[in-house]
């Protein structure tokens, strides 16, 4: 069964393993398949569900909401974000301005069929809204009883500690990141987690296996698998590119042995490492079938010893990514205008 740990300086406290809904609800899986699957984490023992408004242009929120019907509330820990775009993307259907943010809360509590989220996050950093318009919308969602508490996505440092000194300032809590990290993706443990260790504030990482990369099943000299992530457009195709370079996909099969010592699945392997960091509250995975699921959450409670962390340093430590300005590269400096 999962474990649980706190998220940042509160007293909440979230499954290790947080079931995310980005790529699959309302998109690479119907809504019978999504719906078993949720099912399936709540059997085992996942309690928090990560979502966001634009996924799939709303409609990934409307199925979470489907799957959770009839569950107990407080039972649950529901998140989802603001930011990106929805609707038929005019001029106000994105960013953090006061109209989008508030109007973004109401239109996810009505398609998610609950009262209130437990954290309510934004989804980047928008250049184009003043950060005190913007926290105090979002004091104003969590006084009204919208949201719990607020989180982010992508901030750096100082996007961090300026936000974090408004809530502070406006009495809410400001607990949460959410950035990509995995052992492939490093590129916030320089800057972003001593930062947020400082400030309070938790990490809940997306991609910890480098959208399945790190699962081991894309090998070097091979064509893509078909159904995967990989091939499908709808997927995230996009995003894993920058993976699947022959270095890289050698790199991850040396890890094959180091998880068979260790006495887990290359998946498994993947996100045990990400919850290593003291600083990682959960890990975010999805799945497009019940069954793989069952794998995954097997990494929680999983402690990897000393030996275990430095062999994965070794076999991955030609294609590593730390670079710790490509978290100033996550937030566009512009928002596209509407028509």
Same mark, same amino acid.
């Given at each position: ?135 105090? $919308?979002? @004091? ?11 989180? #982010?996505?992508?901030?750096? !440092? =100082? %996007? &961090? ?108 392997? $993947?996100? @045990? ?11 975010? #995975?999805?799945?497009?079938? !019940? =069954? %793989? &699921? ?46």
């Amino acid at each position: 069964m999962v474990t649980y740990r706190y998220l940042g300086n509160s007293g909440f406290r979230v499954s290790e393993i947080t079931y995310g809904n980005w790529v699959t609800h309302a998109s690479q899986v119907g809504n019978e398949a999504a719906i078993a699957t949720v099912h399936r984490a709540l059997d085992l023992g996942i309690t928090t569900f990560d979502t966001a408004d634009t996924y799939a242009n709303t409609a990934a929120e409307v199925v979470l909401g489907e799957a959770l019907k009839g569950q107990r509330r407080e039972s649950l820990e529901i998140f989802t974000k603001v930011y990106g775009p929805v609707g038929p993307h005019g001029p106000n259907d994105e960013g953090l301005s006061r109209k989008h943010v508030l109007e973004g809360i109401n239109g996810s509590l009505k398609r998610l069929g609950v009262d209130y989220v437990d954290l309510y996050q934004a989804h980047r950093y928008d250049y184009e809204t003043p950060l005190e318009e913007t926290m105090q $919308a979002f @004091a104003d969602i969590v006084r009204q009883g919208k949201a719990l508490y607020i989180g #982010v996505s992508e901030w750096t !440092p =100082e %996007q &961090l500690r300026a936000g974090h000194e408004l809530a502070t300032e406006l009495r809410i809590q400001l607990i949460s990141n959410q950035p990509q990290y995995s052992a492939l993706w490093r590129v916030i443990e320089e800057r972003v987690i001593p930062t947020s260790e400082q400030l309070g504030i938790s990490q809940i990482v997306w991609s910890p296996m480098a959208q399945g990369v790190l699962s081991g099943k894309y090998l070097p000299g091979h064509p893509l698998p078909e159904d995967t992530r990989a091939t499908d457009e709808k997927s995230g195709a996009a995003f894993i590119k920058r993976y699947l370079g022959t270095e890289v996909l050698e790199a991850v099969q040396r890890l094959r042995p180091i998880a068979a010592e260790a006495g887990l699945t290359l998946p498994q392997l $993947a996100i @045990a490492w990400v919850l290593q960091n003291p600083n990682v509250a959960s890990a975010i #995975v999805g799945a497009s079938r !019940p =069954e %793989q &699921l069952d794998d995954t959450v097997k990494a929680s409670g999983v402690v990897l010893d000393d030996a275990t962390m430095s062999a994965i340093d070794a076999a991955l430590a030609e294609v590593v990514i730390t670079d710790p300005e490509l978290t100033y590269q996550q937030s566009s400096l512009s928002r596209p205008r509407g028509d």
